[in-house]
T-cell receptor, first 112, second 112 residues
Protein backbone atom coordinates (compact mmCIF):
# COMPACT_ATOMS: atom_id res chain seq x y z
CA UNK A 1 0.00 0.00 0.00
CA UNK A 2 1.35 3.38 -0.99
CA UNK A 3 1.88 5.42 2.15
CA UNK A 4 2.96 8.52 0.27
CA UNK A 5 0.98 9.60 -2.76
CA UNK A 6 1.44 12.20 -5.41
CA UNK A 7 -1.85 12.18 -7.27
CA UNK A 8 -0.76 14.38 -10.16
CA UNK A 9 1.64 12.52 -12.44
CA UNK A 10 2.34 15.68 -14.43
CA UNK A 11 2.03 19.44 -14.26
CA UNK A 12 2.68 22.20 -16.84
CA UNK A 13 3.27 25.80 -15.83
CA UNK A 14 4.26 28.97 -17.68
CA UNK A 15 7.66 30.42 -16.89
CA UNK A 16 7.42 33.03 -14.12
CA UNK A 17 4.23 31.59 -12.64
CA UNK A 18 3.87 29.52 -9.48
CA UNK A 19 4.22 25.73 -9.54
CA UNK A 20 2.42 23.85 -6.79
CA UNK A 21 3.21 20.18 -6.30
CA UNK A 22 1.15 18.18 -3.85
CA UNK A 23 1.79 15.15 -1.71
CA UNK A 24 -0.47 13.20 0.65
CA UNK A 25 0.52 10.62 3.24
CA UNK A 26 -1.36 8.15 5.37
CA UNK A 27 0.84 7.56 8.42
CA UNK A 28 0.43 10.18 11.16
CA UNK A 29 3.71 8.99 12.71
CA UNK A 30 5.81 10.35 9.83
CA UNK A 31 7.99 13.06 11.35
CA UNK A 32 10.23 14.40 8.61
CA UNK A 33 9.51 15.18 4.97
CA UNK A 34 11.72 15.84 2.00
CA UNK A 35 11.36 16.89 -1.61
CA UNK A 36 13.73 15.58 -4.24
CA UNK A 37 14.19 16.66 -7.83
CA UNK A 38 15.22 14.24 -10.55
CA UNK A 39 16.43 14.92 -14.05
CA UNK A 40 16.40 12.12 -16.64
CA UNK A 41 19.36 9.71 -16.39
CA UNK A 42 20.41 11.21 -13.04
CA UNK A 43 19.76 10.25 -9.44
CA UNK A 44 17.35 12.33 -7.33
CA UNK A 45 18.88 15.32 -5.58
CA UNK A 46 17.70 16.78 -2.31
CA UNK A 47 15.72 20.00 -2.63
CA UNK A 48 14.11 21.00 0.65
CA UNK A 49 12.91 19.44 3.90
CA UNK A 50 10.46 20.10 6.70
CA UNK A 51 10.10 18.68 10.16
CA UNK A 52 6.69 17.76 11.53
CA UNK A 53 7.07 20.44 14.21
CA UNK A 54 6.92 23.13 11.54
CA UNK A 55 4.29 24.09 9.01
CA UNK A 56 6.47 25.98 6.56
CA UNK A 57 10.05 26.02 5.36
CA UNK A 58 11.43 28.35 2.75
CA UNK A 59 14.62 28.25 0.69
CA UNK A 60 14.88 30.84 -2.05
CA UNK A 61 12.24 30.14 -4.69
CA UNK A 62 11.15 26.94 -2.96
CA UNK A 63 8.70 26.73 -0.07
CA UNK A 64 7.30 23.59 1.50
CA UNK A 65 4.07 23.68 3.48
CA UNK A 66 2.95 20.96 5.86
CA UNK A 67 -0.64 20.46 7.01
CA UNK A 68 -0.45 17.69 9.60
CA UNK A 69 -4.17 17.49 10.23
CA UNK A 70 -4.79 16.88 6.54
CA UNK A 71 -1.64 14.75 6.16
CA UNK A 72 -0.71 16.89 3.21
CA UNK A 73 2.37 18.72 2.09
CA UNK A 74 3.00 20.90 -0.89
CA UNK A 75 5.98 22.39 -2.67
CA UNK A 76 5.67 25.87 -4.12
CA UNK A 77 8.14 27.14 -6.70
CA UNK A 78 7.98 30.87 -7.38
CA UNK A 79 8.83 32.02 -9.97
CA UNK A 80 9.06 28.86 -12.03
CA UNK A 81 11.95 28.58 -14.46
CA UNK A 82 12.52 26.24 -17.42
CA UNK A 83 15.41 24.63 -15.50
CA UNK A 84 12.89 23.51 -12.89
CA UNK A 85 11.46 21.04 -15.40
CA UNK A 86 12.08 17.65 -13.76
CA UNK A 87 10.34 14.91 -11.81
CA UNK A 88 9.71 15.83 -8.17
CA UNK A 89 9.40 13.20 -5.46
CA UNK A 90 8.17 13.78 -1.95
CA UNK A 91 9.39 11.48 0.81
CA UNK A 92 8.29 10.91 4.39
CA UNK A 93 10.27 9.37 7.23
CA UNK A 94 8.85 6.74 9.54
CA UNK A 95 8.35 3.03 9.87
CA UNK A 96 10.28 0.43 11.81
CA UNK A 97 13.65 1.34 10.38
CA UNK A 98 12.97 5.07 10.14
CA UNK A 99 13.46 4.83 6.42
CA UNK A 100 11.97 7.23 3.92
CA UNK A 101 8.91 6.35 1.86
CA UNK A 102 8.74 7.99 -1.54
CA UNK A 103 5.80 9.14 -3.56
CA UNK A 104 5.26 8.24 -7.20
CA UNK A 105 6.58 11.52 -8.51
CA UNK A 106 5.18 14.50 -10.42
CA UNK A 107 6.73 15.51 -13.72
CA UNK A 108 6.89 19.30 -13.89
CA UNK A 109 7.26 21.08 -17.22
CA UNK A 110 7.91 24.82 -17.18
CA UNK A 111 7.05 26.33 -20.53
CA UNK A 112 9.23 29.26 -21.64
CA UNK B 1 30.30 16.62 -1.42
CA UNK B 2 29.18 13.09 -0.77
CA UNK B 3 29.51 10.92 -3.77
CA UNK B 4 27.55 7.77 -4.43
CA UNK B 5 28.86 5.88 -7.44
CA UNK B 6 27.04 3.13 -9.25
CA UNK B 7 29.34 1.06 -11.39
CA UNK B 8 27.19 0.88 -14.53
CA UNK B 9 24.83 3.38 -16.12
CA UNK B 10 23.30 0.85 -18.52
CA UNK B 11 23.20 -2.94 -18.41
CA UNK B 12 21.56 -5.51 -20.65
CA UNK B 13 21.30 -9.04 -19.28
CA UNK B 14 19.60 -12.23 -20.32
CA UNK B 15 16.80 -13.94 -18.43
CA UNK B 16 18.21 -16.31 -15.84
CA UNK B 17 21.57 -14.59 -15.52
CA UNK B 18 22.95 -13.62 -12.12
CA UNK B 19 23.39 -9.86 -12.04
CA UNK B 20 25.49 -7.75 -9.68
CA UNK B 21 24.86 -4.03 -9.25
CA UNK B 22 27.59 -2.27 -7.32
CA UNK B 23 27.35 0.91 -5.28
CA UNK B 24 30.15 2.76 -3.48
CA UNK B 25 29.93 5.84 -1.27
CA UNK B 26 32.90 7.90 -0.14
CA UNK B 27 31.69 9.67 3.01
CA UNK B 28 31.66 6.94 5.64
CA UNK B 29 27.88 6.84 5.75
CA UNK B 30 26.32 4.20 7.97
CA UNK B 31 23.17 3.66 5.94
CA UNK B 32 22.83 2.45 2.39
CA UNK B 33 19.75 1.68 0.33
CA UNK B 34 18.70 0.12 -2.94
CA UNK B 35 15.57 1.39 -4.71
CA UNK B 36 14.01 0.68 -8.05
CA UNK B 37 12.14 3.35 -9.98
CA UNK B 38 9.30 2.40 -12.31
CA UNK B 39 6.82 4.68 -14.10
CA UNK B 40 3.74 5.28 -11.99
CA UNK B 41 5.21 3.46 -9.01
CA UNK B 42 7.84 5.92 -7.84
CA UNK B 43 10.79 4.75 -5.80
CA UNK B 44 10.34 1.43 -4.06
CA UNK B 45 12.75 0.19 -1.42
CA UNK B 46 14.31 -3.20 -2.13
CA UNK B 47 16.85 -3.61 0.69
CA UNK B 48 18.73 -1.40 3.08
CA UNK B 49 21.65 -1.73 5.44
CA UNK B 50 22.54 0.15 8.63
CA UNK B 51 25.93 -1.40 9.12
CA UNK B 52 28.51 -3.74 7.66
CA UNK B 53 27.18 -7.27 7.18
CA UNK B 54 23.74 -6.06 8.17
CA UNK B 55 20.74 -6.03 5.85
CA UNK B 56 17.04 -5.44 6.13
CA UNK B 57 14.29 -6.18 3.63
CA UNK B 58 12.45 -3.27 2.14
CA UNK B 59 9.07 -3.33 0.46
CA UNK B 60 9.95 -5.51 -2.55
CA UNK B 61 12.87 -7.83 -1.70
CA UNK B 62 11.65 -10.85 -3.68
CA UNK B 63 14.11 -11.94 -6.34
CA UNK B 64 16.92 -9.83 -4.87
CA UNK B 65 19.65 -10.19 -2.30
CA UNK B 66 22.32 -7.80 -1.05
CA UNK B 67 25.82 -7.85 0.32
CA UNK B 68 27.63 -5.33 2.54
CA UNK B 69 31.09 -6.64 3.34
CA UNK B 70 32.61 -3.16 3.63
CA UNK B 71 31.06 0.03 4.91
CA UNK B 72 31.48 1.90 1.66
CA UNK B 73 30.11 -0.78 -0.67
CA UNK B 74 26.57 -2.13 -0.99
CA UNK B 75 25.84 -4.65 -3.73
CA UNK B 76 22.48 -5.66 -5.11
CA UNK B 77 22.23 -9.16 -6.56
CA UNK B 78 19.60 -10.49 -8.88
CA UNK B 79 19.90 -14.23 -8.38
CA UNK B 80 18.16 -15.14 -11.64
CA UNK B 81 17.20 -12.10 -13.66
CA UNK B 82 13.68 -11.92 -15.04
CA UNK B 83 12.08 -9.49 -17.49
CA UNK B 84 9.96 -7.92 -14.72
CA UNK B 85 13.21 -6.76 -13.11
CA UNK B 86 13.85 -4.42 -16.02
CA UNK B 87 13.98 -1.07 -14.24
CA UNK B 88 16.06 1.88 -13.10
CA UNK B 89 17.98 0.94 -9.95
CA UNK B 90 19.06 3.68 -7.57
CA UNK B 91 21.50 3.35 -4.72
CA UNK B 92 21.48 5.88 -1.86
CA UNK B 93 23.36 6.52 1.34
CA UNK B 94 22.80 8.65 4.43
CA UNK B 95 24.76 9.53 7.55
CA UNK B 96 21.97 8.51 9.89
CA UNK B 97 18.20 8.63 10.20
CA UNK B 98 18.18 12.39 10.70
CA UNK B 99 19.55 13.08 7.26
CA UNK B 100 18.11 12.73 3.82
CA UNK B 101 19.63 10.50 1.21
CA UNK B 102 22.31 11.08 -1.37
CA UNK B 103 21.56 9.12 -4.51
CA UNK B 104 23.77 7.68 -7.19
CA UNK B 105 23.05 8.35 -10.86
CA UNK B 106 21.24 5.07 -11.30
CA UNK B 107 21.66 1.91 -13.37
CA UNK B 108 19.20 1.29 -16.16
CA UNK B 109 18.90 -2.51 -16.29
CA UNK B 110 17.19 -4.25 -19.18
CA UNK B 111 16.55 -7.98 -18.93
CA UNK B 112 15.85 -9.65 -22.28
Amino acid sequence: DQQVKQNSPSLSVQEGRISILNCDYTNSMFDYFLWYKKYPAEGPTFLISISSIKDKNEDGRFTVFLNKSAKHLSLHIVPSQPGDSAVYFCAARGGTGNQFYFGTGTSLTVIP
Amino acid sequence: DVKVTQSSRYLVKRTGEKVFLECVQDMDHENMFWYRQDPGLGLRLIYFSYDVKMKEKGDIPEGYSVSREKKERFSLILESASTNQTSMYLCASSLDENYGYTFGSGTRLTVV
